[in-house]
C-alpha cells in the first residue's frame, strides 16, 4: 500500500481564495483524521469520521472550514475564504476501528498551506 | 476530554548519552490506547509505539524502551545510547477507546549532538 496521500503537497493562495486539501486514507482503514500542525498550537485535531460519518468536528475552527468523506476512498478539507492565520501543515491521517480496539494512526506528508 | 502533557519543550544531549522524554496523561475512560510518534526534520510523521491501558508491561525495541505507569498516568520515553539521527520531535497522543480522537502532546524537540 502507498500509505495516507494528500494532495497538494504545497500550497500558495491570496486570502479571501478557496483552499481544497485531499486525502486518500490507507485501503481498509475506516477511520480518518484532519489535523493542522502550528508553532504556536502544535497538532490540533480539527475533524475526524469513523466509517465516512463525521464524528466529531469541535477542532474546527470556524466556519469557513469544512470537511467532506464521500466515500472510503476519499475525503477533504476545505477553507473558503481563506486567511493569512489558515497558515500551516495539515496532515491527514487513517487508522483502523473495531470493537473498541484503536489501532494507530498513519499520517500523510502534509499539506503546506501559505496564505498570503 | 483526554489531555497529554509533555512537559519537556526542549532537550538537548551529546551523541552516546540517554535521554528519557516524558508523558503525563489525563483520561476518565478505563480503557484507553497510549502512542508515541517521532517527526524528523522532514516533516513526516512516524508511528513508534501503541500501548493499551491493559498493558503496562515495558517494551523494549533496540534503543528504544517505553516505561507504562498507571499509578502515575505517565509513558515515557527512553532513548539508549542516542544518535544524531535520533534528533527530532517526539509527541506523545492518546485516544480513549469509547471515541477515535487521538490527542496529542505539544511534543519535545531532541537534538543529538555530536
Known amino acids: 500500500d502507498a500509505g495516507v496521500i494528500q494532495s497538494p503537497r504545497h500550497e500558495v493562495t491570496e486570502m479571501g481564495q478557496e483552499v481544497t486539501l485531499r486525502c486518500k486514507p490507507i485501503?481498509?482503514?475506516?477511520?480518518l483524521f484532519w489535523y493542522r500542525q502550528t508553532m504556536m498550537r502544535g497538532l490540533e485535531l480539527l475533524i475526524y469520521?469513523?466509517?465516512?460519518?463525521?464524528?466529531?468536528d469541535s477542532g474546527m475552527p470556524e466556519d469557513r472550514f469544512s470537511a467532506k468523506m464521500p466515500n472510503a476512498s476519499f475525503s477533504t478539507l476545505k477553507i473558503q475564504p481563506s486567511e493569512p492565520r489558515d497558515s500551516a501543515v495539515y496532515f491527514c491521517?487513517?487508522?483502523?476501528?473495531?470493537?473498541?480496539?484503536?489501532?494507530?494512526?498513519?499520517f500523510g506528508q502534509g499539506t503546506r498551506l501559505t496564505v498570503v | 476530554a483526554q489531555k497529554v502533557t509533555q512537559a519537556q519543550t526542549e532537550i538537548s544531549v551529546v551523541e552516546k548519552e540517554d535521554v528519557t522524554l516524558d508523558c503525563v496523561y489525563e483520561?476518565?475512560?478505563?480503557?484507553?490506547?497510549l502512542f508515541w510518534y517521532k517527526q524528523p526534520p522532514s516533516g513526516e510523521l512516524v508511528f513508534l509505539i501503541r500501548?493499551?491501558?491493559?498493558?503496562?508491561q515495558n517494551e523494549i525495541s533496540g534503543r528504544y524502551s517505553w516505561n507504562f505507569q498507571k499509578s502515575t498516568s505517565s509513558f515515557n520515553f527512553t532513548i539508549t545510547a542516542s544518535q544524531v539521527v535520533d534528533s527530532a520531535v517526539y509527541f506523545c497522543?492518546?485516544?480513549?477507546?469509547?471515541?477515535?480522537?487521538?490527542?496529542f502532546g505539544a511534543g519535545t524537540r531532541l537534538t543529538v549532538k555530536p
Open positions: 491521517a487513517s487508522s483502523f476501528k473495531q470493537g473498541g480496539v484503536n489501532t494507530e494512526a498513519f
Open positions: 483520561t476518565r475512560d478505563t480503557t484507553y490506547y
Open positions: 500501548r493499551n491501558s491493559f498493558d503496562e
Open positions: 469520521f469513523n466509517n465516512n460519518v463525521p464524528i466529531d
Open positions: 497522543a492518546l485516544s480513549e477507546a469509547r471515541n477515535n480522537d487521538m490527542r
Open positions: 485501503s481498509g482503514h475506516n477511520s
